[in-house]
């Protein structure tokens, strides 16, 4: 019942920026976690960055800590994915995924968690 959209994507250098952003339809009760994954051509899908919207507890994947930051607007009803000094091995298909709720994540990057899912956004990083 909760419709993800994501936006922002797009081609950029190696060292760029981009900011994605994920309009959610709704933010219920049941609604705890919220974050971005991403899948590149060829491997599996990778958790890259969560938040757990009632605290702002966030968590990151190694290998974007101190380049991404994952933000809230409770206003909106979005999650944004701020992501600096891009790198190639960066490209990839990004999802913005929300959990419905049910209990706490001891591993809150797990995709496997998470029940509403948006169609994606392309983000490429050339060199």
């Known amino acids: 019942q909760v419709q993800l959209v994501e936006s922002g994507g797009g081609s950029v250098q190696a060292g760029g920026s981009l900011r994605l952003s994920c309009a959610a339809s709704e933010w219920t009760y049941s609604t705890d976690y919220m974050g971005w994954f991403r899948q590149a051509p060829g491997k599996e899908r990778e958790g890259v960055a969560t938040i757990f919207i009632r605290g702002g507890i966030k968590w990151y994947v190694d290998s974007v800590k101190g380049r991404f930051t994952i933000s809230q607007d409770n206003a909106k009803k979005t999650v944004f994915l701020q992501m600096n000094s891009l790198k190639s091995e960066d490209t990839a298909m990004y999802y913005c995924?929300?959990?419905?709720?049910?209990?706490?994540?001891?591993?809150?990057?797990?995709?496997?968690?998470?029940?509403?899912w948006g169609q994606g956004t392309q983000v490429t990083v050339s060199s």
């Open positions: 995924a929300a959990r419905g709720g049910g209990g706490y994540l001891d591993r809150p990057l797990l995709s496997d968690y998470y029940t509403y």
